[in-house]
């Protein structure tokens, strides 16, 4: 895929789809994934887990599996940013309410 390949709800399709098929493990266990947002400009993506992935001992193993293999899998992806509790501070995520997704 390159930078330009897929459109934003592509894109946000692609990644879910991504999600289900290569980490079951995470809704298999009562927790979940959602995007809570993508900038194409700065190749980054926002995904936080929640569910029982807060708290959950192997949660760190899972952030670092999905981090790397999101970059690896997209074009478009350069930074996976994660969170299991629940959002994002300010200083982690910019104010994407102007990006469209």
Known sequence: ???????????ETAIELFLARNF???DMHGGSAGIEG????TGEVW???GGA????????LTVSALQSRLVA???EIDRVHTSTDGGFG???RPDLSD???
């Not at 895929?1 to 894109?11: I, K, N, P, Q």
């Not at 992935?53 to 760190?60: E, R, V, W």
Request: charged share 30%; glycine share 6%; hydrophobic share 35%.
């Open 1 to 11: 895929m390159t930078a330009d390949s897929l459109s934003e709800r592509d894109l």
């Open 24 to 26: 079951p493990q995470i």
């Open 38 to 41: 993508i900038d194409r400009e």
């Open 47 to 49: 995904i936080t887990l």
């Open 53 to 60: 992935c807060a708290g959950c001992g192997i949660s760190p």
């Open 73 to 75: 899998e997209f074009d």
């Open 90 to 92: 300010d200083h982690d």
């Open 99 to 101: 990006v469209p997704f």
